[in-house]
């Protein structure tokens, strides 16, 4: 549905078509996508989508960008299709996934690499003097035995792999065997300990994930190849000097919905992202610890935000500054990705509402607002089904996704794909 800035006001969102040409394909994604779990994964498809709609709409796309590129499922798809990619994200093991995705790898020389790190590990000694034996949350999620399997593997990988980018890809399989190896409740997007579980394995869960990753490397093999610039950067910094970018397919994060940097704690305090992971929870949009200014922001909301944080302050206001904060920080997008694009450039973003305590989050109605107000013309919006989360659209009191409604939360089961176009 094509929206102007004379309908959006009155349109209900909630009752546009279902658009079946954004529904899940019957096509399997490839494996690579696989390699390591990221919440809030956009389906792959929509990318090539997305450029074939763009080029039928005579963009000429050279340059695809996603600026919250989270684990590179548009940089993987977009090299895929010959395009050049740009895109960052603000949580350090999101651009090690994405990079590590976006590269083909030899796999012979992964097969050399990985016999160096396991002879590596078979004769490494432990330093009990290293830093993370003090590291209080890794003690409360390693029991003493996993911390020092652990701290082995990642030495073999940084001793036995000299080369960065080969030395990312063992990297990267290390991140993901963290959680099945911890005290965290599996599945769980609210980090908690599961006092019955029985963390895996250290090395046999490292070789399996190995062999994983390198089948899945091996669907590389052929394929059209464009390259990827992936930047671990906060967009809302990034120095918009010039327009480089064709086309903008990007999923922002939702407001309050899961906190990327607790969600990734394991990661970043084991690869020395941080010693205190909460620090990454600055500038990251969308968190509930990202909100400052309110009486400077309440004057910026544009009227979509306006009448919904009017709505949500009487019920929470801790909440109501960062739903306020989320909007002023999408806002800001917008108004980048318009500088960011090449005029007759163009931009498709995923989006989701949700609801709290009864006061709708209009995500969607917000952003469409924001893309007329920047200027973009032609704005469409369509509606697609989150096909996996058709079954079990409620979140538990855990966070673990559930089917029946009881005390759960209502999730996102639809989403919007909104296409904007600049002049
Ligand atoms: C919905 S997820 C994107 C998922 C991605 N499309 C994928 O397939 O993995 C939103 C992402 O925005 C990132 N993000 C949040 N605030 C950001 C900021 N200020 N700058 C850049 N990235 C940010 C989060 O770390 C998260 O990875």
């Not at 350090?92 to 995705?101: F, N």
Request: charged residues 25%; proline residues 2%; neutral net charge.
């Amino acid at each position: 549905m094509n929206i102007t800035i004379d309908n959006y006001r009155t349109l209900n969102f909630d009752t546009i078509d279902i658009q079946e040409e954004w529904n899940m394909t019957a096509e399997r994604e490839k494996r690579m996508h696989s390699i390591h779990a990221y919440p809030a994964k956009f389906p792959a498809f929509i990318t090539t989508k997305a450029i074939h709609k763009a080029e039928e709409s005579d963009i000429s796309v050279k340059t695809v960008a996603d600026i919250f590129c989270g684990c590179g499922t548009v940089a993987y798809e977009a090299v895929r299709n010959g395009k050049h990619f740009w895109g960052c994200d603000i949580n350090p093991v999101a651009t090690l996934i994405a990079e590590t995705k976006s590269q083909s790898y030899d796999d012979e020389i992964l097969e050399e690499y990985y016999n160096n790190i396991i002879s590596c590990y078979n004769t490494c000694v432990v330093n009990k003097d290293d830093e993370i034996y003090k590291n209080e949350r890794i003690r409360y999620w390693f029991d003493d035995g996993h911390i020092d399997e652990l701290l082995k593997l990642k030495t073999a990988i940084c001793e036995g792999v000299n080369n960065e980018i080969y030395r990312n890809f063992f990297l990267c399989a290390f991140s993901n065997i963290l959680k099945p190896c911890s005290r965290w409740l599996t599945k769980s997007i609210k980090p908690q300990i599961d006092p019955n579980k029985e963390p895996k394995n250290v090395l046999v869960s490292f070789k399996s994930q190995v062999k994983m990753m390198r089948n899945a490397n091996l669907d590389n093999t052929g394929n059209t190849q464009g390259s990827a610039d992936i930047n671990c950067v906060n967009f809302l910094d990034v120095d918009i000097s010039f327009s480089f970018v064709d086309l903008v397919v990007t999923s922002p994060p939702y407001v309050t919905s899961y906190e990327y940097a607790d969600l990734h704690q394991l990661s970043t305090l084991w690869l020395g992202f941080t010693n205190d992971f909460r620090t990454l929870r600055e500038g990251t949009i969308g968190s509930l610890y990202h909100a400052d200014n309110f009486n400077d922001n309440i004057n910026k909301l544009n009227e979509t935000a306006q009448d919904i944080v009017s709505k949500m302050y009487s019920i929470d206001k801790r909440k109501t500054r960062s739903v306020a904060q989320y909007y002023i920080d999408m806002q800001t997008t917008v108004h980048k990705v318009y500088k960011m694009l090449r005029s007759n450039g163009g931009c498709l973003f995923v989006i989701g509402n949700t609801e709290y305590k009864g006061v709708k989050i209009d995500n969607a109605k917000h952003l469409t607002e924001c893309l007329l107000k920047e200027g973009f013309i032609n704005v469409e919006v369509d509606r697609r089904k989150i096909s996996n989360k058709i079954l079990t659209p409620y979140r538990d009191a855990n966070g673990k996704f559930a089917k029946i409604k009881g005390s759960s939360r209502k999730i996102y089961s639809e989403e919007f794909v909104i296409f904007a176009r600049k002049k």
